[in-house]
């Protein structure tokens, strides 16, 4: 499937920040089919049980897909998670590349629900989610005297132009 574009990065979030040192640094795409796909792979650092990604690290990539979904339709749109409901249906390895599928379901003027899925490369679901969120603004989310856009959003290029 073809990317459309690439999204920005931030630069302290534990899923995408590309400074965190214990972040997952995962990239987002947006595709033809308006579905968002991050690329990831979870590190040592981020296990539960030997050899297996801790639930909350698994909810943070769902949660964080299906919230950047919605920059498909709303480019610059901020919301907070108000509900998230997480199906773990098999263990997530760290150290491995994976990919988190997501899209929208619902959109009105303030509120939005969507899905998610973590995947293996080849397809396998791991874990699935669906949540809904409220649309806010930067300051009622990050209310950091000064804080601009440029503070949160980093270009991060690659070379990406296809997702299997």
Known sequence: MKVRK???NAKDCIVCGINNPY???????????D????????????????ERVHGGMIAAMLDETIGRAIWIERPGAYACTLKLNVEYHKGVPYDTPLKCVAHI????KICFKGEAEIQTMDGKMLAKANALYMFLTLDQIAPVDGITEEDINVL?????TDIG
Do not use: C, N, W
Not at 23 to 33: L, N, R, V
Not at 35 to 50: G, M, N, T, V, W
Not at 105 to 108: A, G, K, L, R, S
């Open 6 to 8: 690439k999204q920005t």
């Open 23 to 33: 972040g997952i640094h995962a990239s987002f795409y947006e595709m033809e089919d």
């Open 35 to 50: 579905s968002l796909i991050a690329l990831f792979r979870y590190k040592f650092d981020h296990q539960s049980y030997p």
């Open 105 to 108: 379901t619902h959109i009105d």
């Open 156 to 160: 991060v290029p690659d070379e990406v």
